[in-house]
């Protein structure tokens, strides 16, 4: 397990039913697939298949007839028995054997936002039924995990159990505890990434399986309304969860991120309301981070906001829909390296850099929202606004132009010239850590492989893994772009499922060429998922392209001023104390403030380490009107970079 990180219906902006165009279109977008991918010296197109093929070596349960991963066979026939509920089926998050709630749904709706954004050109390539059977297998889990609508099932077995065994999940021993949430029991994150990969499902469905679609929507509302009436972290009720996928970044962008995918599918104003609404005291307008994953949302959340505000669809709340693309722009340019001190680092081959263990997941999900953001940006006719060289714009061009450097790098391009998707290019990793891949196929030899003897026989082998785990895109080189290729550096050689989601996404964009965007959602015609056609889902309105005053016209409210306090030398080196004060400058009280530091060599005082920068201490949990805080550090080089990460206005 790797861890970290308009109308509604067929009446909305992007719920609106595509019409089937002629195969030639599709002829026309396979050609321009083969040309854009020799231009670029990777094949895209087989890079997406073999990314969506990927999801099929993570099924649970009874495997379907269609399945192509030959080496995996049925397992979890009894999860959910003992809770009395059905909960076989699903995905295991990674190279183990727990079906994790939250990042299961957070894959879901990536997923399904791949194929609303591109596909037209998963179907040129012969792959939209393949994607839409991957979101499909996803979602009928998580209408089962869902039995009643104030109880969700987040979790089948448990990662210490699990950990302690390396075993194929069809030779399973361990337990298959399932743990639930209730209102005794509330999860608010889990609850609405659920509510979230139900209601973008929802719009993948309307026009192939409006029944089903419906069915998935019902329960999307069911799990906001939980989440929302019952607030509280699911990791305090799942405590089993805490080691592996814990929520650092609390409940609030899990709340805007449901809200944003309801109003999606739905059109509903409310769901627009609470997003407006909550835009200050959830943490949607104030938060500036710079990482997309399964933990955090709040990127997202922003792009799809933006979106919202370039189609022109919802003046009501244009005010705070420009607030929300004043972050997503932020975002953009911080990956592009123009964000600032909010700027990503770069190993020296040019990836994206957040963190030692799987930090593939977050460019993927960046090249993703990059790609994405970028049509939608060129369909309205604007650009990125980057607080650098004072407002500087950043083309969707440009955008886009780094997604791609990002997912070349992944397929070779790179100091070692290693792909790190499994199975595609020349050079990849052989030993992913992954039981089911490791391990002999049960196809192979049925002989159970016992919880030790998968440790003692083939965990420790120095060979490659017998059974070829097509598509997997692993963890990923380290800050200086160096990797080791072995099973028990899973660190980097663990793949999971969210790391492929939003790449299939960018994969298939790529594999389109120029033009290749699509500037609308759709809904999936049934001809579609069967035969795979072209659809048509172009509907780009051009709009003026605002001054970047009017685009940061909202400052943050809160500010901060260092000084250097005192000056010694110290080893013939002169070494200063510098003081930060935090000023709250709003009529509301700041909650949750995360202050960001780099460029920081010395000691640091009255602020504490979290996941996503530094924070005060505990009884310094709010900060009211009016108020400062203070924190200070020492070193002998100039000042450190510092700057507000996030905050919640209550």
């Given at each position: 397990?790797?861890?970290?990180?308009?109308?509604?219906?067929?009446?909305?902006?992007?719920?609106?039913?595509?019409?089937?165009?002629l195969a030639g279109l599709a002829m026309a977008l396979a050609a321009?697939?083969?040309?854009?991918?020799?231009?670029?010296?990777?094949?895209?197109?087989?890079?997406?298949?073999?990314?969506?093929?990927?999801?099929?070596?993570?099924?649970?349960?009874?495997?379907?007839?269609?399945?192509?991963?030959?080496?995996?066979?049925?397992?979890?026939?009894?999860?959910?028995?003992?809770?009395?509920?059905?909960?076989?089926?699903?995905?295991?998050?990674?190279?183990?054997?727990?079906?994790?709630?939250?990042?299961?749904?957070?894959?879901?709706?990536?997923?399904?936002?791949?194929?609303?954004?591109?596909?037209?050109?998963?179907?040129?390539?012969?792959?939209?039924?393949?994607?839409?059977?991957?979101?499909?297998?996803?979602?009928?889990?998580?209408?089962?995990?869902?039995?009643?609508?104030?109880?969700?099932?987040?979790?089948?077995?448990?990662?210490?159990?699990?950990?302690?065994?390396?075993?194929?999940?069809?030779?399973?021993?361990?337990?298959?505890?399932a743990y639930r949430l209730d209102p005794q029991n509330p999860g608010?994150?889990?609850?609405?990434?659920?509510?979230?990969?139900?209601?973008?499902?929802?719009?993948?469905?309307?026009?192939?399986?409006?029944?089903?679609?419906?069915?998935?929507?019902?329960?999307?509302?069911?799990?906001?309304?939980?989440?929302?009436?019952?607030?509280?972290?699911?990791?305090?009720?799942?405590?089993?969860?805490?080691?592996?996928?814990?929520?650092?970044?609390?409940?609030?962008?899990?709340?805007?991120?449901?809200?944003?995918?309801?109003?999606?599918?739905?059109?509903?104003?409310?769901?627009?309301?609470?997003?407006?609404?909550?835009?200050?005291?959830?943490?949607?307008?104030?938060?500036?981070?710079?990482?997309?994953?399964?933990?955090?949302?709040?990127?997202?959340?922003?792009?799809?906001?933006?979106?919202?505000?370039?189609?022109?669809?919802?003046?009501?709340?244009?005010?705070?829909?420009?607030?929300?693309?004043?972050?997503?722009?932020?975002?953009?340019?911080?990956?592009?390296?123009?964000?600032?001190?909010?700027?990503?680092?770069?190993?020296?081959?040019?990836?994206?850099?957040?963190?030692?263990?799987?930090?593939?997941?977050?460019?993927?999900?960046?090249?993703?929202?990059?790609?994405?953001?970028?049509?939608?940006?060129?369909?309205?006719?604007?650009?990125?606004?980057?607080?650098?060289?004072?407002?500087?714009?950043?083309?969707?061009?440009?955008?886009?132009?780094?997604?791609?450097?990002?997912?070349?790098?992944?397929?070779?391009?790179?100091?070692?010239?290693?792909?790190?998707?499994?199975?595609?290019?020349?050079?990849?990793?052989?030993?992913?850590?992954?039981?089911?891949?490791?391990?002999?196929?049960?196809?192979?030899?049925?002989?159970?492989?016992?919880?030790?003897?998968?440790?003692?026989?083939?965990?420790?082998?120095?060979?490659?893994?017998?059974?070829?785990?097509?598509?997997?895109?692993?963890?990923?080189?380290?800050?200086?772009?160096?990797?080791?290729?072995?099973?028990?550096?899973?660190?980097?050689?663990?793949?999971?499922?969210?790391?492929?989601?939003?790449?299939?996404?960018?994969?298939?964009?790529?594999?389109?060429?120029?033009?290749?965007?699509?500037?609308?959602?759709?809904?999936?015609?049934?001809?579609?998922?069967?035969?795979?056609?072209?659809?048509?889902?172009?509907?780009?309105?051009?709009?003026?392209?605002?001054?970047?005053?009017?685009?940061?016209?909202?400052?943050?409210?809160?500010?901060?001023?260092?000084?250097?306090?005192?000056?010694?030398?110290?080893?013939?080196?002169?070494?200063?104390?510098?003081?930060?004060?935090?000023?709250?400058?709003?009529?509301?009280?700041?909650?949750?403030?995360?202050?960001?530091?780099?460029?920081?060599?010395?000691?640091?005082?009255?602020?504490?380490?979290?996941?996503?920068?530094?924070?005060?201490?505990?009884?310094?949990?709010?900060?009211?009107?009016?108020?400062?805080?203070?924190?200070?550090?020492?070193?002998?080089?100039?000042?450190?970079?510092?700057?507000?990460?996030?905050?919640?206005?209550?």
């Amino acid at each position: 397990m790797a861890r970290g990180g308009g109308g509604g219906g067929a009446r909305g902006a992007l719920a609106y039913s595509m019409a089937v165009v002629l195969a030639g279109l599709a002829m026309a977008l396979a050609a321009a697939t083969q040309v854009a991918s020799a231009a670029a010296g990777h094949d895209y197109r087989q890079a997406l298949s073999k990314s969506i093929l990927y999801f099929e070596a993570q099924r649970s349960g009874r495997l379907p007839g269609s399945q192509r991963v030959a080496w995996r066979a049925d397992s979890g026939l009894l999860d959910g028995k003992a809770n009395g509920v059905d909960l076989v089926g699903g995905y295991y998050d990674a190279g183990d054997n727990v079906k994790f709630g939250l990042p299961m749904a957070f894959t879901v709706t990536m997923m399904s936002w791949s194929v609303l954004e591109y596909g037209n050109q998963m179907a040129a390539a012969g792959e939209l039924g393949h994607a839409v059977e991957a979101i499909k297998w996803g979602t009928d889990y998580l209408v089962k995990a869902h039995p009643e609508p104030n109880v969700l099932y987040g979790e089948v077995g448990d990662g210490d159990s699990d950990h302690d065994c390396w075993m194929r999940p069809e030779d399973m021993t361990t337990s298959r505890q399932a743990y639930r949430l209730d209102p005794q029991n509330p999860g608010s994150e889990l609850a609405g990434e659920t509510a979230a990969a139900m209601a973008a499902a929802s719009l993948v469905f309307r026009g192939s399986n409006p029944g089903y679609a419906n069915t998935l929507l019902q329960h999307s509302k069911q799990l906001f309304d939980f989440a929302d009436k019952y607030r509280g972290r699911y990791d305090s009720s799942i405590t089993v969860v805490r080691k592996y996928y814990a929520s650092s970044s609390g409940y609030g962008d899990e709340l805007l991120w449901a809200a944003a995918w309801l109003h999606e599918a739905t059109g509903e104003s409310r769901y627009l309301d609470y997003l407006a609404t909550n835009a200050d005291a959830l943490g949607g307008t104030g938060w500036s981070i710079n990482q997309f994953g399964w933990d955090v949302k709040y990127p997202g959340v922003q792009v799809l906001a933006a979106m919202f505000l370039l189609r022109r669809g919802n003046n009501a709340h244009a005010d705070v829909l420009r607030r929300y693309k004043q972050k997503a722009d932020l975002f953009a340019c911080s990956c592009l390296g123009r964000g600032g001190a909010n700027s990503v680092p770069r190993t020296p081959g040019g990836m994206v850099y957040h963190q030692s263990w799987n930090n593939v997941q977050f460019v993927t999900s960046a090249a993703f929202l990059l790609a994405a953001y970028a049509d939608h940006l060129a369909a309205a006719g604007q650009a990125a606004q980057c607080p650098d060289n004072g407002g500087s714009s950043a083309q969707p061009s440009e955008l886009l132009d780094f997604a791609r450097s990002q997912v070349d790098y992944i397929l070779g391009s790179n100091p070692r010239a290693t792909s790190y998707m499994v199975g595609y290019g020349a050079t990849y990793p052989r030993q992913a850590h992954h039981r089911g891949s490791s391990i002999v196929s049960v196809k192979a030899n049925p002989s159970f492989v016992s919880c030790q003897a998968g440790y003692s026989s083939w965990y420790h082998r120095g060979a490659a893994n017998p059974n070829l785990l097509d598509g997997a895109t692993v963890g990923g080189p380290d800050e200086y772009d160096n990797f080791a290729d072995e099973r028990d550096n899973y660190e980097q050689t663990e793949a999971t499922t969210y790391n492929n989601a939003p790449l299939m996404g960018v994969l298939a964009r790529l594999a389109a060429g120029h033009g290749g965007g699509r500037f609308a959602h759709h809904s999936v015609a049934a001809d579609e998922v069967s035969s795979s056609t072209a659809i048509n889902g172009a509907n780009g309105t051009s709009l003026p392209s605002p001054s970047p005053a009017s685009e940061h016209a909202s400052e943050s409210p809160i500010e901060i001023e260092q000084n250097a306090t005192a000056s010694w030398m110290e080893r013939g080196k002169t070494h200063h104390r510098y003081a930060v004060t935090v000023t709250n400058r709003s009529l509301k009280t700041v909650h949750e403030l995360h202050i960001g530091i780099s460029k920081l060599y010395g000691q640091v005082w009255g602020v504490d380490k979290a996941r996503y920068g530094y924070v005060f201490p505990s009884w310094l949990a709010s900060l009211p009107a009016g108020k400062s805080a203070s924190f200070v550090y020492v070193q002998a080089t100039p000042p450190a970079d510092v700057w507000v990460t996030g905050y919640k206005l209550l």
